[in-house]
């Protein structure tokens, strides 16, 4: 077995929450023990324990990290001038974001939807988040086609990928047709 001292803290908390995500998805988020994610890990449940006390932890740092993957993106929206350059490379980071670690989190979501629910991880936070995105990228002169275009867009990533569900489809086949359906969402 691999002890936590084997790896990288920040590299165990990553395997263990992907892991996770992949074992609640699977098994359902009741059915699934820590025991088993240490297991599937090859770490001892020690090592597991030292990163996360419980389940519920795991799902707030899944969430946590998705927080901090929009708050990366609405720093970077911040430094960028507006414009139709920075609609495009927003979609293409939000594609990017949304079908990395996003994918297996929103199977997770959509798989234990009462979970999630009653765990209530970050209420309205990821909602702040896109609301000050959506901000920065469409500018203050925008208009309402405009922003309406450059919001649906971004969203369309999300709805994409939840349409995904069940479909014989590789995740690469269906990040191009999210990123396709984004960008022709914003086009002029």
């Given at each position: 077995?691999?002890?936590?001292?084997?790896?990288?803290?920040?590299?165990?908390?990553?395997?263990?929450?992907?892991?996770?995500?992949?074992?609640?998805?699977?098994k359902?988020?009741?059915?699934?023990?820590?025991?088993?994610?240490?297991?599937?890990?090859?770490?001892?449940?020690?090592?597991?324990?030292?990163?996360?006390?419980?389940k519920?932890?795991?799902?707030?740092?899944?969430?946590?990290?998705?927080?901090?993957?929009?708050?990366?993106?609405?720093?970077?929206?911040?430094?960028?001038?507006?414009?139709?350059?920075?609609?495009?490379?927003?979609?293409?980071?939000?594609?990017?974001?949304?079908?990395?670690?996003?994918?297996?989190?929103?199977?997770?979501?959509?798989?234990?939807?009462?979970?999630?629910?009653?765990?209530?991880?970050?209420?309205?936070?990821?909602?702040?988040?896109?609301?000050?995105?959506?901000?920065?990228?469409?500018?203050?002169?925008?208009?309402l086609?405009?922003?309406?275009?450059?919001?649906?867009?971004?969203?369309?990533?999300?709805?994409?990928?939840?349409?995904?569900r069940?479909?014989n489809?590789?995740?690469?086949?269906?990040?191009?047709?999210a990123?396709?359906?984004?960008?022709q969402?914003?086009?002029?």
């Amino acid at each position: 077995m691999v002890t936590a001292g084997q790896r990288r803290g920040a590299d165990t908390k990553a395997a263990i929450r992907a892991v996770a995500i992949e074992l609640f998805t699977e098994k359902g988020y009741e059915a699934t023990s820590l025991r088993e994610i240490a297991e599937r890990l090859e770490i001892t449940k020690a090592a597991l324990y030292y990163h996360f006390s419980s389940k519920e932890s795991i799902v707030a740092s899944i969430f946590e990290a998705h927080l901090a993957s929009l708050d990366e993106m609405v720093a970077w929206a911040k430094e960028q001038p507006p414009g139709p350059d920075l609609r495009v490379q927003m979609v293409d980071r939000m594609v990017d974001m949304v079908t990395g670690e996003g994918l297996p989190a929103m199977r997770f979501a959509m798989a234990n939807q009462q979970v999630v629910r009653d765990l209530k991880p970050h209420p309205g936070k990821g909602f702040d988040r896109f609301t000050e995105l959506f901000d920065l990228v469409t500018g203050p002169d925008a208009t309402l086609e405009e922003t309406l275009r450059i919001r649906a867009a971004l969203l369309s990533v999300n709805v994409v990928l939840m349409a995904a569900r069940d479909l014989n489809a590789t995740d690469e086949e269906i990040a191009k047709v999210a990123r396709d359906i984004a960008h022709q969402l914003i086009k002029d």
